[in-house]
């Protein structure tokens, strides 16, 4: 049978790294689209976000799949401080130098 808690788990940290693969591709995208240097890009607080997610949810899944408790507190640790990071980055504002978003 099925065991459905262990699918569930793994495929968070799959789904994180899913979401780590489309930044980084869509930031060297942009990157050569605008003809920007790619760490100008990553360095955008929407990019920043979307790695932060990515992140959070590699963390999460490895959290969920471990064997021991202080593997678990150390992977939710880290998840914490990539939820702590994204909240960061999504209060910071763009500056006129990291180019208009909005377009």
Excluded at 23 to 28: G, V
Excluded at 31 to 39: H, L, P, S, V
Excluded at 68 to 93: D, I, N, P, S
Aim: proline share 2%; glycine share 6%.
């Amino acid at each position: 049978m099925i065991d459905v808690w262990m699918v569930i788990a793994n495929s968070l940290w799959v789904l994180g790294l899913s979401v780590l693969l489309a930044a980084l591709s869509w930031a060297h995208w942009v990157a050569g689209t605008e003809k920007t240097r790619f760490r100008t890009v990553l360095r955008r607080p929407a990019t920043q976000l979307t790695l932060d997610l990515g992140l959070f949810l590699f963390c999460a899944g490895l959290a969920a799949t471990a064997r021991t408790w202080w593997e678990r507190v150390l992977w939710g640790l880290l998840a914490v401080a990539w939820v702590v990071q994204a909240y960061l980055a999504g209060r910071r504002k763009p500056n006129a130098s990291e180019g208009n978003e909005a377009s």
